[in-house]
């Protein structure tokens, strides 16, 4: 892990390199190291971080903060395979406008995990080539992971309530 | 709910891409579907195959068949409840989950693990590390045709799940790694099978490997198939047997020891090109190295207690309850609410018998997580099949993908 004045440090580069707002925050927490950045300059962070040795992309996943907004959020885990040091890049998007753009084309392990983050939390990730549901079934309405969606709400077709699921075999 | 961008709907099939290749004229395509239901995926996985004659050109993973909803399910449960839900997210290596999940939970609350617990789950995870692989082994080898093979590696898989049942009274799923350490030190007796076990268990692999490595069939379908070398499955981000098997030698137990495994001398098995034969070959020395691992734990088993003493995150002993007032609170609390975690996001990964188990766990400052998150690497490594088995014949299809060694539990969670 960088330590918290080598995660500043990357921090000041970045926002050197890519303007003030592509860096919303910073966070130190439990020696682990967090870089949070605006959605539309995940892979330019992506990439200046892979300049410095961050090569390899162990982990891509989502995070639902509600009530608070921006809601949903992508985690990005990268790893150091050289110093053995960890990173993490998250950005935030709101439930309304979730467009993050993708990092497949240049991060090739991206591509179940970005699908999974759709399925799950619906962010749509702005160029990933084959963007479909990966876990749930093709034709699944709704995000089953996100914090407002119920759980056990679906009904499940046994002979006793077939009458009271009109139109099941739809 | 909100409005989203559309995305149109596309079957599967659709999703096929012939156009990245050229063929001749003469030739016909032929889209065949392997699975869900099929003997040699190792579960419930369905392959989308576009052949042309008896050579596979492009291959689509279709998954999701045994999805659970372990992740939502894990966010109604107290810290403590979600440990037997994680388990069952990759079935063969239900230690492995366990230990990530109680790994980030510790972090998260920032508490000490005694050294005697961190020795006990060496033992039970190396031990799992060794059962999975022989899981492995023997399904793989059924895919290729050696029957006995089969029979023998699970003979050997039901000595460790015997010692599971003594040391945890379950045979899988043991819930027993706990937040803060193991839920019961090991019985009397233990020790001694173990030790036997472990006597046994290098023979056991030489004579796998007296059984399988003169093999000519078996050197023919696994020598120089399916190659691919180390800078693709890095951006593939495959980790694991496969990763080492091409020369990389990546392993986080030596990257970044966790649970005192820098108090243990053991090596990590490497590859040279990274085809089916050296994963064949680096999951068998890894065996032999668990066992070394197991020895040295087992030697060096300190004394002291096998769990946190700090009564806000673990269980006060038994005879407690009966005179300490306190101990009863403590008991009431943990058992009916559960321990609250500071709040915070913490990624805890440890090395399994597939690769890199991350585990991303979001606390909201209550007592049941609000986001459980499993990397699990066969869902990862699943990535690196397409180019694994492109321009192959579907017979090494089969072949590598037992050599891929995917969970469906892990992949769909």
């Known amino acids: 892990m960088p330590d918290a004045t080598g995660l500043e440090l990357l921090a000041g580069e970045l926002r050197e390199a890519h303007g003030d707002q592509a860096l919303v925050g910073t966070e130190y927490f439990r020696d682990q190291a967090r870089l949070f950045v605006a959605p539309g300059t995940v892979p330019a962070t992506l990439r200046f971080l892979r300049d410095r040795g961050y090569s390899f992309l162990a982990s891509v996943h989502g995070v639902d903060y509600h009530p608070e907004e921006p809601r949903l959020g992508v985690y990005y885990e990268l790893l150091d395979m050289k110093e053995v040091d960890r990173i993490a890049v998250r950005t935030r998007v709101p439930v309304d406008d979730p467009v993050v753009p993708s990092v497949t084309p240049e991060w090739p392990t991206a591509d179940h995990q970005e699908r999974e983050v759709y399925d799950m939390f619906g962010v749509v990730f702005d160029g990933h080539p084959d963007l479909r549901r990966i876990l749930m079934p093709e034709d699944y309405e709704g995000f089953p992971q996100r914090r407002d969606f119920p759980i056990g709400g679906e009904p499940i077709l046994f002979t006793h309530n077939e009458p009271r699921l009109p139109g099941w075999w739809q | ?413």
Not at chain 2, 105 to 112: A, D, G, I, T, Y
Request: charged content about 25%; aromatic content about 10%; hydrophobic content about 40%.
């Open chain 2, 1 to 413: 709910m909100a409005t989203t961008p559309h995305i149109p709907y596309r079957e599967m099939e659709e999703s096929i891409e012939v156009s990245s290749f050229t063929h001749g004229e003469q030739e016909e395509l032929l889209t065949l579907n392997m699975g869900p239901h099929h003997p040699a995926t190792h579960g419930v996985l369905r392959l989308l195959c576009t052949l042309e004659g008896e050579i596979v050109r492009d291959m689509k993973p279709v998954i999701g068949y045994v999805h659970t909803g372990i992740e939502k399910t894990a966010e109604t449960k107290a810290y403590w409840q979600a440990i037997p839900v994680v388990e069952r997210m990759d079935y063969l290596a239900y230690f492995f989950n366990a230990m990530a999940f109680c790994m980030a939970v510790e972090r998260l609350v920032e508490l000490e693990v005694p050294k005697r617990a961190q020795y006990l789950r060496v033992i039970h995870l190396e031990l799992n590390r060794i059962m999975s692989h022989l899981v492995w082994l023997g399904t793989s080898m059924l895919d290729l045709g050696a029957m006995s093979m089969f029979w023998y590696s699970f003979r050997d898989r039901e000595s460790i799940l015997d010692l599971f049942e003594m040391s945890t009274g379950q045979r899988m799923h043991t819930r027993y790694i706990q937040v803060g350490g193991v839920f019961e030190d090991i019985p009397v007796g233990f020790e001694e099978k173990c030790r036997a076990f472990c006597a046994a268990m290098p023979t056991r692999v030489d004579q796998f490997g007296a059984l399988l490595d003169k093999n000519e069939i078996l050197l023919q379908r696994l020598r120089n198939v399916a190659i691919v070398d180390e800078e693709t499955l890095l951006q593939l981000g495959v980790t694991g047997p496969l990763l080492r098997a091409t020369g990389n030698a990546w392993d986080l137990r030596k990257a970044q020891p966790y649970s005192s495994y820098d108090d243990f001398d053991f090596k990590i098995p490497v590859g040279t090109i990274g085809d089916n034969y050296d994963r064949f070959r680096v999951r068998m020395q890894e065996m032999k190295e668990s066992v070394r691992i197991i020895e040295q734990a087992l030697d060096g088993l300190p004394e002291g207690p096998y769990i946190t003493e700090n009564r806000k995150y673990a269980l006060p002993p038994r005879h407690e309850l009966a005179t300490s007032m306190e101990a009863l609170i403590h008991h009431f609390k943990l058992v009916t609410e559960g321990f609250r975690v500071p709040p915070g996001e913490v990624y805890e990964p440890i090395e399994g018998p597939r690769g890199e188990y991350g585990c991303f766990v979001r606390s909201d400052g209550s007592s049941k997580p609000a986001r459980v998150h499993m990397r699990d690497p066969s869902f990862v490594n699943l990535q690196a099949f397409k180019p694994m088995v492109q321009d192959l014949y579907i017979a090494d299809l089969i072949a590598t993908l037992a050599m891929l060694d995917p969970v469906l539990g892990g992949i769909d969670r």
